[in-house]
């Protein structure tokens, strides 16, 4: 997916020993969210692909939590749009998109920059 995302880390706790740390997020700072997936074998959580950092070598993890972020009401819009894009992608038309949407991260107010 070409386009992105931008959205602020608000949870940088629980590093997985398989990130190695200059691949992992840090609170307080911006990134974009390039992907989102349903990870299934976690329990139907959401996760996350992010421009800055390429994890997919990280075996288990490939992709973040998305609750580990937050997003301006814009931002949040588009990932909505997002989460249903790329839910046809990844073939999971059982998924139940409103659940997923309301199981999405808060909202913030002021600026990302």
């Known amino acids: 997916m070409s386009r992105s995302i931008e959205c602020l880390c608000v949870d940088d706790k629980g590093k997985p020993s398989e990130i190695p740390a200059e691949k992992w997020v840090k609170e307080g700072q911006p990134y974009n969210i390039t992907h989102v997936f349903v990870m299934m074998q976690q329990n ?27 997003f301006t009401k814009e931002a949040l819009s588009k990932l909505f749009e997002m989460i249903k894009d790329c839910s046809g992608i990844n073939n999971l038309e ?5 659940k997923l949407i309301g199981d999405t991260p808060k909202i913030i107010t002021t600026n990302l920059h």
């Not at 059982?94 to 409103?98: A, M, R």
């Open 44 to 70: 139907k959580i959401q996760g996350c692909e992010l421009a800055e950092y390429d994890i997919s070598d990280c075996i288990p993890y490939n992709c973040y939590r998305l609750t580990r972020f937050a």
């Open 94 to 98: 059982d998924v139940d998109i409103l």
